[in-house]
């Protein structure tokens, strides 16, 4: 039965990632970016500068600063370190370009989600400041397709609850964990007709304490741990990876080599080259998506709660998060697999980035996969808050912000998070990649929709601060 039910979803994941929304996606962030004049590139240093500077009499709920930690508390997470290994070693190196490619049309989308999610904002009778796609596709294409926003917050919760929120995070961390504290699994328990490690089984039961405690406090106590947790820890594993690419610079072109050639040409693991090559876009892309969440409509919900009171403003902060993600720290960890081969070696999951940081880094083994395990624990751990809140606000629009229902999401939140370890690697991602999919086909709809306003408020807002130092 087991074996059925993985097979379908198996089907199921390559019929919704098929061409047409991989085309869409490019489609959408190509167009904003050639309409906006490769805003991302001219623009980027802007961006920077507003990331860490709040604006003076904005409104809203949190800094900008404290928007972006919460929206990067979501998306870096399992997908730099699990995702990328999973995606190089189904589409090999190559999968890496097109994730890239992919995350610099999606710095495009991003701004254009973060600009709308400002714009179509609205404030409750509490003074609770509500935004997201499904008020900018309510309030900005029309009350008649608030049907699309509806659809959109019904697979936003279930993102949360059996996508990026739950089954990845906690299964990724389980198995950092686990491949930490007993690689050989000699500890073992029989559980649900299957044996796993006593660290799986105590990893899992710890993660799910402390996930109740946060999760069942609210939104304050989410922003304040991924405020202090998300930017010590990117640093901490970029700085790792940069380690590992530096004490083996000389490999560095040839991986580069590679990564480019693979891209179009393949590699050896699949039949024909047009067939290796669009694994390789397809999953580069996919798991890029599901790191950087461009175009898949969850950023904005914590955008919109920014103190600005300047659409673009925030536009342009939220884009950083795509470059901070994929462009800077996907891309340490692809190159630190792809240089010390370890792609291809049989391992799956985390266990590909495990074993590239015990050989690229110039410490004990021991240290490397401490502290590898140590950024993703913390790393799912932020990702699995943050998403809690993106699903709530979707349950929120969903039955008119019925709190019995939120309270009840709440609930099975922390029961997925209990479930996730003892589901298998294959379907953990495989069901991930699906509920993003359904996700991002009405969010993208609503930005190609939107994109003439996204257009219009960009030159309205540079043209009155032509003369401002940014």
Known sequence: MFTQINNFITWFDGVVWGLPLIILILITGFLLTVRLGFL????????????????EGGEGEVTSFGALCTALSATIGTGNIVGVATAIAAGGPGALFWMIVAAFFGMATKYAEGLLAIKYRTIDKEGHVLGGPFYYIENGMGKQWRWLAKIFAFFGAGVGLFGIGTFTQVNGIASAVKNFFDPDTVHTVSLFGNTYSWATVIACLILTLCVGLVVLGGIQRIAKVSQIVVPFMAVLYVVLAL????????AVPAAIVTIVKTAFNGSALAGGAMGTMVIAMQKGIARGIFSNESGLGS???????AQTKEPVRQGLVSMTGTFIDTIVICTMTGLSIVITGTWNTGLEGVAITTAAFQKGLPFPPQFASFALMLC????????????????????????????????????????????GPYMTVAAVWNIADIFNALMAFPNLIALLALSGVVVKETKDFFKRHKNYQF
Do not use: S
């Not at 624990?377 to 709530?392: K, P």
């Open 40 to 55: 991302q590139v001219r623009h980027l240093g802007k961006a920077l500068k507003f990331m860490v500077r709040n604006e």
């Open 243 to 250: 380690i590992i690419v530096i004490t083996n610079i000389t």
């Open 299 to 305: 950023a904005p919900i914590a955008a919109a709660a």
């Open 376 to 419: 993703l624990v913390f790393f799912a751990f932020t990702t699995i808050l943050g998403w809690d809140y993106y699903g709530e606000r979707c349950l929120e629009y969903l039955f008119d912000r019925n709190m019995t229902a939120v309270k009840t999401y709440r609930w099975l939140y922390i029961i997925c998070v209990f479930i």
